[in-house]
C-alpha cells in the first residue's frame, strides 16, 4: 500500500447551495504536501484558492473527499492547523503580546506553565522582530507589522500545518519582500510544512517548493504542479536572472495568462 | 506691557521678532520697543486657554438667555416667572437643597415625608433608576446575547421586544401598580421595563455583527463556548452595549419623572406636582433645571465607563 503523504486531499469538491441551485466551487481536488514543504496555491481571484484553504482549516466543509494530515482525518478547525490571514483578524481591544497569548494559553493551558507561556509569546514575537511593540494595540501597527504578528500568533502554538492566506497581499512592495525574506527564514529554522495562498507570481516562485496552479472556477481544480527546484537559502537578487527562476517564472505566467486567462479578459 | 506677550512687533523696518533689534531709521525720533526676551506660553496658559474657548461661547449663550427671558417676563402682569423672580420666590428651594437632612455623629438622617429638600427628592429618584436600572442592563445583557447568538432565540423573541419596546413608559404603571401594590417597587419596575429595550436591542445588533474574521480566529483556536464568550463576544460587542445602556439610562430618567408625577409620594417627579400644586411655578423651574442636569450627567457617566470598558478590553 502507498504511503499517504504529510498532508493529504484526496477528492475534494465543494458545493454551495445558491438561490439559483447548487454551485460547484471545487472539484476532484487531489494535493499531497510533504512535511516540511512550501506549496503556493496560485490562481485568478474567485478560482476558489480561499474556499480551498479554508476546507483545509476546518472552516469550511468539503462535499466529497476526505484531508488526511500526519495520518488523521482533519474535518473541523483546530490549532493543529494555523491560519495567518489576509486581513491579519487580530483582535483590536488586545495588545499584541495578547493577541498571541490568545492562542499560546488556549493550546497549551495544560502543558505549560503561565511563565512558560510567557515566554514563548516574546520568544515568538522575538521571531518576528515585534517584541518591542509587545505592549501596542493593534490600532498603533503599520500593515506589515499586524501581518508580522499575525504570522507570530500563528508559529507560536507550533502547528502541524501553516496556512496563509494571501497573507502579503495588502502590503506594499518594500514591506512585502521583508515579509518574504522573513517567512523564508522561519520556514528554514522551524521546518514549518505550509500551504500558501498568493495571486504574484514572483512571490510564488521566490518562497515555494512547489507551486499548484488552480484552473478557472466554476468546478476549479488543479491544473498543474510545478516543482521549484532552486537551492535554498534563496536570496532574491542571485536568483533572479538564474534560469531555475525566470524557467519557472514563465511555466506560470504562460499557465495563467495563456492556457487559463482571467474570465473576464477573455471576454473582452 | 501688552507687548511683553507678542512674538512679533512693528517696527518702522516692517514685522520683526520682537527680540530682534530692528535697525533704526536715523531721520525718525519715533521711540522703538526696547528688545524683550520672547515669554513661552505655559502648559497653564495654553490650557486656560482651550477652556475658556470651550466654555465662554455657552456662557455667552447662557446669559444671552436669561437677559431674553428677564426682558419678556418683566412686566407686572406676566404670567412666567421671569429668571429674579425665580430667584427671590424659590430662595428657600435653590439655597437649602439639604433641607430634612441632619448629619448626627457621622450618620446621615433623612426627615420623613414631603417637606425636604430638592436633592433629598432627587437622591430619592436617583435611588429608584439605579436599582430599576441596574437590574435592566444585567437582564437586557443577557436577553440580548441570547437573541443575538442564537437564530432561533432570535426569530422567537425579536417580534415580542419590537411590540412592547413601543409601549409608553406611563402605560405600564397601572399593571405594575396592580401587580406590586406598593409605590416603590411599581416604580422601580417601571424603570426596568423601561430601560430594558434599547439594551436588549443594541446588544443583539453587537453580537449579530461579531465580525467573521474574529469568529475564524476563535474557530481555528478551537476557543469553547465560554472562552468566546469573554475573550472575543463581550470585547466585541461592548460598544453596541454601552449605546443602549446609554439610550436606557436617559429613558429611565424620563419615565422617573413622569412615574412619581402621576403616583406621588417622593421623589423629583413628586416634587415637580406638588410645587405646580401649590402655584409655586418658580419652584417647578428650578426642578426642571435640576432635572436636566442630573440627566445630562447620567448620560456622560454611562458614556465616560463605556470608553474606559472599551479601551481597556
Known sequence: MKQRSYLALEGIGVTFATRNGPFVALQNIDLNVERGELVALIGHSGCGKSTLLNVIAGLTKASTGVIFLDGQVVDAPGPDRAVVFQDHSLLPWLTVAENVALAVDKVFAATLNRAARRDLVMHNLELVHMAGNAAKRPAELSGGMKQRVGIARAIAVKPRLLLMDEPFGALDALTRANLQDMVMELQASQGSTVVMITHDVDEAVLLADRVVMMTNGPAATIGEDLAVKLARPRHRLEIADTSGYVGARTDVLRFLYERFSHPGEKAA | ?313
Not at chain 2, 235 to 246: C, K
Request: hydrophobic share 55%; charged share 10%; proline share 7%.
Open chain 2, 1 to 313: 506691557m501688552a507687548s511683553a506677550v507678542l512674538k512679533l512687533v512693528e517696527t518702522p523696518v516692517g514685522t520683526l521678532p520682537e527680540n530682534v533689534v530692528a535697525p533704526q531709521p536715523l531721520r525718525l525720533a519715533l521711540p522703538v520697543a526696547a528688545p524683550v526676551a520672547v515669554v513661552p506660553r505655559s502648559a497653564l496658559q495654553l490650557w486656560l486657554d482651550a477652556r475658556a474657548a470651550a466654555i465662554l461661547p455657552p456662557l455667552i449663550m447662557l446669559v444671552v438667555l436669561l437677559g431674553v427671558w428677564q426682558a419678556l417676563c418683566s412686566a407686572p402682569d406676566a404670567r412666567f416667572p421671569s429668571p429674579i423672580k425665580v430667584w427671590t420666590e424659590s430662595h428657600d428651594v435653590i439655597v437649602h437643597p439639604l433641607k430634612g437632612v441632619s448629619f448626627d455623629a457621622g450618620k446621615i438622617k433623612v426627615a420623613d415625608g414631603a417637606d425636604v429638600g430638592i436633592l433629598v427628592h432627587i437622591a430619592t429618584s436617583l435611588e429608584r433608576v439605579a436599582i430599576g436600572y441596574s437590574l435592566a442592563a444585567v437582564a437586557g445583557i443577557a436577553l440580548g446575547v441570547l437573541i443575538g447568538s442564537s437564530l432561533f432565540a432570535f426569530r422567537a423573541l425579536d417580534p415580542l421586544f419590537q411590540v412592547l419596546r413601543t409601549v409608553p413608559p406611563l402605560a405600564w404603571l397601572p399593571l405594575s401598580l396592580a401587580a406590586f401594590q406598593q409605590a416603590n417597587p411599581a416604580t422601580v419596575f417601571l424603570i426596568f421595563i423601561t430601560a430594558i429595550w434599547p439594551i436588549i436591542l443594541n446588544t443583539a445588533v453587537g453580537v449579530q455583527t461579531i465580525p467573521a474574521a474574529y469568529r475564524n480566529v476563535a474557530k481555528v483556536l478551537a476557543l469553547s463556548r465560554p472562552q468566546y464568550f469573554f475573550k472575543i463576544m463581550l470585547p466585541a460587542s461592548v460598544p453596541y452595549m454601552f449605546t443602549g445602556l446609554r439610550i436606557g439610562v436617559g429613558m429611565s430618567w424620563l419615565a422617573i419623572v413622569a412615574a412619581e408625577m402621576v403616583q406621588g409620594g417622593t421623589g423629583i417627579g413628586f416634587f415637580i406636582w406638588d410645587s405646580y400644586n401649590s402655584s409655586l411655578l418658580t419652584d417647578t423651574i428650578v426642578a426642571l433645571v435640576y432635572i436636566g442636569l442630573v440627566g445630562f450627567a447620567l448620560d456622560r457617566i454611562v458614556a465616560f465607563v463605556g470608553r474606559r470598558i472599551a479601551r481597556e478590553g
